[in-house]
């Protein structure tokens, strides 16, 4: 994992004229035009990690750290929408348990760690905007000396988040900086809030599906007969050519559209009891890429996801 050995200072107040440079970990810089926008505000979240707090002029307010890249709340009306584990460490040790996690390069498990590295590694703010009130933040994770050893490729990963009124959206750009061709998959593993015995998804029927309960090693395949998939008790389940539109009821009252663009695949995840302390409270619904993507050298890949409250 990346040593958190340097102690992190902030000013509260960073203006546009005075150049800020926050040096938390090695391999964090933030720029000053992601703390000089309205609506943006870089702060101290938990575990003294940096924490950049989105505000849109509607009401609406999205959280996100810098470890990670990881989205951490999405509140509409003051209602989080997304959820974190009660065993969601902030050390920089081991990656957030929650909220929006990245697994790129690698989705699942493999030749590297579990999920790959992006979301246990610190990425850096490039810039930051803010257009009618809504602001947007875009973040980078480059090739460094952690990621070379594990997947030893040059590369390039921008991250948008843009919050509106009642959606928050993300692009992820991923480039090969490298002289030569590498393949990866990814997802974002979505965490949210829900009551596990009324959630449902709207969506999937007649996918393709890599079931893995109860071997997640041999998965099984099939096909979704169900119009409203349910979570019944352990949910691992890939949905392969998914639709570029989904619908979650979170059984506590809100139906949440999820739109993607060049996610092919989704999946759905609730563990259970082998997470008894908070397997109720929460269902992943996780827009993929199973397949591996592969890019030549200065080719880039892009994957876009809305989140709307109905």
């Avoid at 760690?113 to 990425?123: C, S």
């Avoid at 990963?157 to 692009?171: G, N, R």
């Avoid at 352990?234 to 506590?252: I, R, S, T």
Wanted: net charge neutral.
């Amino acid at each position: 994992m990346v040593p958190v050995s340097m102690k992190w200072s902030f000013s509260p107040t960073i203006s546009a004229s005075r150049p800020h440079r926050v040096n938390r970990f090695p391999g964090v810089a933030m720029a000053s035009a992601g703390a000089s926008v309205e609506n943006v505000k870089v702060t101290q979240g938990l575990g003294d990690l940096p924490k950049v707090i989105l505000t849109s002029v509607h009401g609406s307010e999205a959280e996100l750290y810098l470890y990670g890249g990881c989205v951490t709340s999405w509140k509409v009306a003051s209602k989080d929408l997304l959820f974190v584990r009660p065993d969601a460490v902030f050390t920089g040790q081991k990656p957030i348990s929650g909220g929006i996690p990245h697994c790129f390069p690698q989705f699942g498990p493999g030749a590297m760690q579990q999920h790959g590295f992006a979301r246990n590694t610190n990425w850096s703010i490039v810039s930051s905007e803010n257009v009618e009130g809504n602001p947007t933040i875009t973040l980078e994770l480059k090739d460094g000396p952690y990621s070379r050893s594990m997947w030893d490729y040059g590369f390039q990963a921008l991250y948008k988040v843009t919050l509106d009124k009642s959606t928050l959206s993300t692009e992820l750009k991923v480039t090969n900086t490298d002289e030569k061709p590498f393949s990866f998959t990814t997802a974002l593993h979505t965490y949210f809030k829900a009551s596990v015995t009324g959630a449902s998804v709207r969506g999937l029927k007649g996918c393709k599906t890599l079931n893995k309960d109860p071997d997640p090693k041999n998965p099984v395949e099939g096909k979704e007969e169900r119009d409203v998939v349910t979570f019944p008790g352990f949910v691992d389940c890939v949905y392969l050519d998914a639709p570029g539109e989904l619908q979650l009821d979170n059984g506590l009252g809100d139906v949440i559209t999820i739109k993607n663009t060049n996610w092919s695949d989704a999946v759905l995840w609730n563990p259970h009891l082998t997470m008894e302390s908070c397997y109720k409270d929460f269902v992943c619904v996780e827009n993929a890429k199973i397949g591996k993507v592969q890019l030549e050298p200065k080719q880039s890949w892009t994957a876009l996801q809305h989140l709307s409250l109905a």
